[in-house]
C-alpha cells in the first residue's frame, strides 16, 4: 500500500529543533491550531522579520538567469519583502528599532552585493509538488522529512552542488547542530546532483563562504531518523510535557493561550502571527 503523505508524520529542522528544546514547544508550535482560525502560532520579533525579509530577496535571486541577478540592487529588492514586516506585524514596537534593523539588512545586502561570489554561479532549485522540497524518510513509519535549502550552487565542472546557508543572526550555528546533516539528506534526495560541498555564510561579517565538513549521510540518517521515530511516539501518545514545567522555549506560546499576546496577521504559510508584551 503506498504511503499516504497527508497522514505521514512531517519533519524539519526546525520542528526536530523545537522538540529538542522542549516537547511543548513542540507542540504548540507544530501541531496546535487555534480552533477560531484553523491556523497554526507563531511567534514574531525584529530579527525573524529581518531574516525573513533578507531570504525573501535572496531566494528571488536563484530563479533569475545569472547575468540578470544584480541588475537591481538587492537593497532596492528589498522595499516589498519588508512591507510585509513593517510595524506590528515584524514585532518592532517602534520606528526607531525597525530603523536600527532595516539598516542592518541594508548593510547585509550590500555586502552581498559587492562580494556576491557563488550567487554569480548557477543554481539548482528544487521542485515539489507540495511546495515544500520534501521526501519519506521512512515510508514503513510514515515520516517525511522536509524544508527550503536556502541555496544550492552548481558546479559545471564537477556537475555536483554545493549547499549554502545563509545566517542573518549574530550567533554562529553550534557544530552539533542538526541543520547541515537534515540539508544533506534532502539535496541528495529531491535533486539529481551529488552534493560536495557544505557553508554558512555569515552576512553580518565579512567573512564571505565558511565551509564545513561534509556530514556523513548514513550517520545524518540514523541520527535524524531516530529523532523523527521519537517524534512520532510522542505525538501518538499526544504526551508534549515541558520537563521544566515551563521555559523559555514553550513560555511565549503558552502567553498566547492565556490572551497575553497580540494578533497582528496571517503568514503567507498561514499561521496567525502574535507579538508579545515586554
Not at 535572496?58 to 533569475?64: C, K, P, Q, R
Not at 515584524?90 to 534593523?101: H, L, P, Q, R
Not at 560541498?197 to 555569515?202: A, D, E, L, T
Request: with cysteine; charged share 30%.
Amino acid at each position: 500500500m503506498k504511503p499516504d503523505k497527508y497522514s505521514a508524520v512531517w519533519v524539519s529542522h526546525s520542528s526536530i529543533s523545537d522538540f529538542l528544546k522542549c516537547p511543548r514547544s513542540y507542540y504548540l508550535r507544530n501541531v496546535y491550531k487555534n480552533s477560531k482560525t484553523g491556523h497554526k502560532m507563531t511567534v514574531m520579533s525584529p530579527p525573524l522579520a529581518l531574516g525573513q525579509a533578507v531570504h525573501e530577496v535572496i531566494e528571488s535571486l536563484a530563479v533569475l538567469p545569472v547575468e540578470e541577478r544584480l541588475k537591481i540592487s538587492l537593497v532596492k529588492r528589498l522595499d516589498f519583502p519588508w512591507l510585509k514586516v513593517t510595524g506590528k506585524r515584524g514585532g518592532f514596537k517602534n520606528y526607531s528599532i525597525e530603523t536600527e534593523y532595516r539598516e542592518r539588512a541594508i548593510q547585509m545586502l550590500i555586502n552581498l552585493q559587492e562580494d556576491p561570489g557563488p550567487l554569480l554561479k548557477k543554481a539548482i532549485r528544487i521542485k515539489s509538488d507540495m511546495g515544500l522540497p520534501h521526501y519519506w524518510l521512512n515510508g514503513k513509519e510514515g515520516i517525511i522529512l522536509c524544508g527550503k535549502i536556502d541555496w544550492l550552487s552548481y558546479d559545471d565542472e564537477t556537475d555536483s552542488v554545493h549547499i549554502i546557508d545563509f545566517k542573518t543572526g549574530k550567533n554562529e550555528e553550534k557544530e552539533d547542530s542538526l541543520q547541515l546533516p537534515i540539508y544533506l539528506l534532502l539535496a541528495t534526495n529531491t535533486q539529481t546532483k551529488k552534493v560536495t560541498g557544505v557553508s554558512y555564510w555569515y552576512l553580518d561579517r565579512d567573512d564571505g563562504l565558511v565551509e564545513k565538513k561534509l556530514p556523513n549521510i548514513k550517520d545524518s540518517y540514523k541520527k535524524i531518523f531516530e529523532i523523527a521515530k521519537e517524534i512520532k511516539k510522542v505525538r501518538a501518545k499526544n504526551d508534549f510535557v515541558c520537563p521544566k514545567g515551563g521555559c523559555n522555549a514553550c513560555r511565549p506560546y503558552e502567553r498566547i493561550l492565556k490572551g497575553e499576546a497580540e494578533m497582528v496577521g496571517v503568514s503567507e504559510t498561514r499561521q496567525d502571527i502574535y507579538i508579545l508584551p515586554d
